[in-house]
T-cell receptor
């Protein structure tokens, strides 16, 4: 079945760039998403990318998609302490036609001052 | 005002009790979802609904039931709670059609003793 994998933890210094990585197995993945979860809160949609795109940029966020390797990354430029959170990668595909998302386990980003 | 609300936000209950978690949305979306989150496991889908008359099981529906009372309301019930149902529960909504982005409520933290 479909699977999405992420590393569990990343620590960076304030001002540095953060890169959170994700791999997925479903070759028919259509949309891939990044969500952010702050402590005690629900998941907030940060951005998404369609599978025919290689890159999407939105202010400090850059999403890179390597469809051949089934690898997705989220780069946060000039990381701030307010970026400390859990980041989830998720995917859906045309094949399911249900809009169901398959989530990774989440990467905890720790930003040190 | 929040677009997706969940009640209660926290609940402690005893083994064997029946409990209902409620979700309401003002986004006007047809699709609604219930997930549970456990540390290190990401989010797993319990049930989803495409409209009031269309309800489907997710990957972990055993021990749970749902009711879609209206387009805006989707409730999750635990008929006889057990300790391994202790988790964080999220409701989400999405519009019809791609990219099927999902919008999450703030979550309900449920503890079964």
């Amino acid at each position: 079945g479909e699977d999405v994998e992420q590393s569990l933890f990343l620590s960076v210094r304030e001002g540095d760039s953060s890169v959170i990585n994700c791999t997925y197995t479903d070759s028919s993945s259509t949309y891939l998403y990044w969500y952010k979860q702050e402590p005690g809160a629900g998941l907030q949609l940060l951005t998404y990318i369609f599978s025919n795109m290689d890159m999407k940029q939105d202010q400090r966020l850059t999403v890179l998609l390597n469809k051949k390797d089934k690898h997705l990354s989220l780069r946060i430029a000039d990381t701030q302490t307010g970026d400390s959170a859990i980041y989830f990668c998720a995917e859906t595909s045309f094949r399911s036609n249900t809009g169901k998302l398959i989530f990774g386990q989440g990467t905890t980003l720790q930003v040190k001052p | 005002d929040a677009d997706v609300t969940q009640t209660p936000r926290n609940r402690i209950t005893k083994t064997g009790k029946r409990i209902m978690l409620e979700c309401s949305q003002t986004k006007g979306h047809d699709r609604m979802y219930w997930y549970r989150q456990d540390p290190g496991l990401g989010l797993r889908l319990i049930y989803y609904s495409f409209d009031v008359k269309d309800i489907n099981k997710g990957e972990i529906s055993d021990g749970y039931s749902v009711s879609r009372q209206a387009q805006a309301k989707f409730s999750l019930s635990l008929e006889s709670a057990i300790p391994n149902q202790t988790a964080l529960y999220f409701c989400a909504t999405s519009p019809q059609g791609y990219p099927y982005e999902q919008y999450f409520g703030p979550g309900t933290r449920l503890t079964v003793t």
